[in-house]
């Protein structure tokens, strides 16, 4: 991408299609795993209707605070990594 202004090339949109794609999946998953390591007990153990309840509720938004810092981070550690000016090769001079 032209830094004043310029439009993207095909590859840098595909490319931040992709990790956009990697973010939300990785965000997913990891969130689907943090619910179910907290709530999970609430149901393998059969424990009162409070106690689950507390648990769910705990697992439900720690999952969304994870799943919204993931895709943030993702992102924001893209945006951050020079991309070589010229495609396949590691820099300008090679």
């Not at 689907?32 to 769910?56: D, E």
């Amino acid at each position: 991408m032209d830094t004043y202004g310029g439009r993207r090339t095909q590859g840098e949109r595909d490319a931040i299609t992709v990790e956009i794609g990697y973010a939300l999946c990785s965000a997913a998953f990891a969130a689907a795993v943090l619910f179910g390591t907290v709530a999970g007990p609430a149901y393998l153990f059969g424990l009162p209707a409070a106690v689950r309840g507390a648990l769910v509720g705990a697992g439900v938004v720690s999952a969304v605070v994870l799943f919204f810092v993931r895709v943030v981070s993702v992102l924001v550690r893209f945006a951050r990594r020079g991309q070589p000016s010229q495609p396949g090769r590691t820099s300008p001079d090679s």
